[in-house]
């Protein structure tokens, strides 16, 4: 895993380069694309930052989660509620969404990272889904089963987001960011502790690391970049339903950490654009058979690919 | 105060109702991830088939030979897909326990997708069979006679499922891989054979449970995802690959789902969450469950 000194710093050039292109093209993208091929196109990048938390705990912690969605779900809805009853800015509704976000990630992390591998998942998609079913049942906050409409255009330095474009930009410069800190932490020593404790996790507390606490953190901080990414998406859709928080945001963002490779971020940006395009291209034009492409394409990868989430749970020797 | 009765015992028959129902549907998912580690999330699916097919052949206003032909065509049907399940993760025998959940997981899409082309997207409701479709007078309020039968079919399939597990040379065996299973193909016995009944049973009674519970539940897309939760949550609370915990478990889950809804209808989640919490930092491997491999 730690190369020499020389070529570490290499790959890391290369790949700053690399991302510093892919920001780059996306943000020209909008000038070239027609308007609703930018449309997909944010759609990817706002899935792609949830993918990319997930993988945070998926890949480099080995804790598979299949309730990322509930995360997701809260920093939209808050960001939708702020947006509609609060204060316009569309910073202010980021911040609550990532706090959201985050708060719902530390209330379920206390029960949900006593738990490992399987149990995990079990726990995690248990919880999910209770609150999902909390969003569509407190209608007072979360409109029920409507969800949140008619959320007006976020603002954002004195201009509101009109426009395919605006909100484009202002997403892909709150995603790259949000993916770039993400990067930071991945490999600060923090990181490598995670990596430790997904490997070996006897080892890493033999070592006196507070295991417990590193996970808990580690699912904190997923849970509140998801939060951040739920909240762009309330910028973007401006519209919030409970179909957000649930396993039909779960199950995506899991294929797509499961498809790009646990534990490289960068993957599960590759996985969260084929799972967008396969589910809302492809499955449209098959007559929206979305779910069906999704399952046989989770099947076809968990057969055909293994290696991406297998490393997650029960497999260390797989890395070189 | 009286009527305070009243409202509560209706509330703990039908947590009763829901608890055995429950108990039908989670110990399949229990004892398959007892034996193999599988966690099968295809499992709410086949629920949710059972359901359909009392739609399907029962239909609104079913005769007992229309209900009594759903509930076999329940049976095969999911006895036919748990072995086929069963083939399937088997494959990934040699593969992580993520591999194989997500492979189920993959065909509970495929099913579920399958289901609704099948049969539609609405809400479709299942009534009772003549008979057990009036309802009569306890402590002078009406309940349905339906529900009453539930209780008792499942409080005979819970004592049957019992007796099966602790009684025969089956049962004995499926105890035996559920708390060691290096050790019985170490005494050389082939076990496979076993892995795909209790595969297939298990999925025979989730979708009789979703033909029994039809009535009930009605039969609707996403309903499979609910009692998915229900199940899992039954199972966590249980403690996995064990028979008792199942039934406990899943009547503890009936009562809190029902007294939840009638007292707090709005947050009634909550209280789902604060009891698996509860039972989590307590008891780490659920009420029956411990850590070396779990008793019935």
């Known amino acids: 895993m730690i190369g020499r000194p020389g070529s570490a710093a290499t790959t890391a050039a290369v790949a700053a380069a690399v991302a510093a292109a892919v920001v780059l093209a996306l943000a020209a993208a909008p000038l070239v694309l027609a308007p609703y091929a930018v449309t997909v196109l944010t759609r990817i990048l706002v899935f792609a930052l949830l993918a990319m938390s997930l993988d945070l705990l998926v890949g480099i912690t080995g804790l598979p989660s299949l309730g990322h969605g509930a995360y ?161 998406l309330s910028a973007q859709q401006r519209l919030v339903t409970p179909a957000e928080l649930g396993l039909g945001t779960s199950i995506p963002a899991l294929l797509a950490v499961t498809i790009g490779g646990a534990g490289t971020l960068w993957g599960a940006c590759v996985g969260a654009a084929v799972v967008v395009l396969v589910r809302d291209h492809l499955g449209a034009s098959l007559g929206g058979h979305g779910s069906l492409l999704l399952g046989a394409v989770f099947v076809a990868v968990v057969y055909l690919l293994p290696g991406g989430a297998a490393r997650a749970l029960s497999m260390p020797r797989r890395r070189g | 105060m009286p009527a305070w009765l009243d409202t509560h015992l209706v509330s703990v028959l039908n947590g009763l109702a829901i608890g055995f129902l429950l108990f039908i549907l989670a110990v399949g998912l229990s004892l398959v991830f007892g034996m193999m580690d599988v966690l099968n999330l295809a499992h709410g699916v086949l629920f949710l088939t059972g359901g359909y097919m009392a739609w399907a052949i029962a239909g609104e206003h079913p005769s007992w030979l229309g209900f009594a032909g759903a509930l076999a065509a329940a049976a095969v049907v999911g006895s036919l897909a748990g072995v086929g399940l069963s083939l399937a993760t088997e494959r990934l025998a040699r593969r992580s326990h993520l591999d194989q959940a997500l492979l189920t997981l993959g065909l509970a899409l495929i099913a579920a997708d399958a289901l609704s082309v099948m049969f539609g997207d609405d809400v479709h409701a299942v009534g009772p069979p003549p008979g057990l479709d009036g309802s009569v007078s306890i402590l002078g309020s009406a309940y349905p006679v339906y529900r009453l039968a539930i209780i008792a079919v499942g409080a005979a399939l819970a004592a049957a499922v019992h007796r099966i597990v602790e009684r025969t040379a089956l049962g004995a065996l499926v105890r035996a891989t559920v708390a060691d299973r290096q050790m019985v193909s170490a005494v050389g016995i082939d076990d496979r054979r076993v892995r795909v009944a209790v595969f297939g049973i298990g999925s025979l009674l989730a979708a009789v449970a979703g033909a029994l519970g039809a009535p009930i539940y009605g039969v609707r897309p996403g309903l499979d995802a609910t009692v998915l939760v229900l199940a899992l949550v039954v199972v966590v609370i249980g403690g996995l690959g064990s028979v008792r915990g199942a039934l406990v478990g899943a009547l503890v889950i009936g009562q809190i789902e029902t007294l939840g809804r009638s007292l707090l209808s709005d947050l009634a989640s909550f209280v789902l969450f604060g009891a698996l919490a509860l039972v989590l930092v307590v008891r780490p491997h659920g009420l029956f469950g411990d850590p070396s491999g779990t008793r019935s």
Not at chain 1, 95 to 104: D, E, I, K, N, S
Not at chain 1, 202 to 211: E, I, K, P, Q, T
Not at chain 1, 214 to 232: D, E, I, P, S, W
Request: net charge positive; glycine share 16%.
């Open chain 1, 72 to 232: 997701f779900g809260a920093g939209a809805y808050a960001a939708g509620w702020v947006t509609l009853h609060a204060s316009p800015s569309g910073p202010v509704a980021l911040l609550v969404a990532l706090t959201a976000g985050g708060l719902v990630a530390a209330a379920a992390g206390c029960v949900a990272v006593r738990a490992r591998g399987i149990f995990f998942l079990m726990l995690t998609l248990a919880i999910g889904e209770i609150v999902q079913q909390l969003a569509e049942s407190w209608h007072e906050v979360t409109g029920g089963s409507n969800g949140l409409y008619g959320i007006p255009a976020a603002r954002v330095g004195g201009a509101a987001l009109v426009g395919d474009q605006a909100v484009h930009w202002w997403v892909l410069a709150v995603a790259a960011t949000a993916a770039a800190g993400l990067w930071l932490l991945a490999s600060s020593p923090f990181g490598h502790a995670l990596r430790g404790i997904r490997d070996n996790e006897a080892r890493m507390r033999a070592l006196g690391y507070r295991v417990y606490g590193y996970k808990l953190a580690a699912f904190v901080v997923a849970g509140a970049v998801a939060g951040l990414a739920g909240g762009l």
